[in-house]
């Protein structure tokens, strides 16, 4: 999920403000950097730095779309190699191994580890019953 643009409410009161400032005298100066025009040039740093957030949020979006892209490209090819490696030596190779498979004779069932837990529960059991 991409991250929201930032907008800024700060901003748009500011714009009202120096409209209405505007209206009374365009030239308003209270001295001590307190004049219009430093308030509009405040007002535009602010936009400029909204807008290059809102640029890399958007170059940032499209490079995570790639990276995404890319990985499922990768991903793909690498279960096409390990394909080809198991048809090509089998599944049951070291060189099926070598390529990140596990070997067939390897593999241990779900069925398989229920059975020898149910046969090692049962074996605790009578052990405790003739102890």
């Not at 714009?15 to 365009?26: E, H, T, W, Y």
């Not at 779309?65 to 390990?82: G, H, T, V």
Request: hydrophobic content about 40%; charged content about 30%; proline content about 2%.
């Amino acid at each position: 999920m991409p991250r929201a643009k930032r907008s800024s409410r700060v901003l748009e009161k500011a714009q009202l403000r120096v409209s209405g400032l505007k209206a009374i005298n365009p030239n308003i100066d209270f001295g001590d950097a307190n004049s219009l025009q430093n308030m509009i040039q405040k007002i535009e740093q602010l936009r400029a730095k909204l807008d290059a957030h809102n640029t890399a949020l958007a170059v940032i979006h499209a490079y995570r779309s790639d990276i995404e892209q890319l990985e499922k490209n990768l991903s793909a090819l690498c279960e096409k190699m390990l394909l080809a490696v198991a048809v090509k030596y089998g599944k049951d190779s070291q060189e099926y191994v070598m390529a990140g498979g596990v070997r067939k004779s390897d593999r241990i069932r779900k069925s398989t580890i229920t059975r020898l837990k149910a046969v090692a529960e049962e074996t605790t059991v009578k052990s405790a019953q003739t102890a």
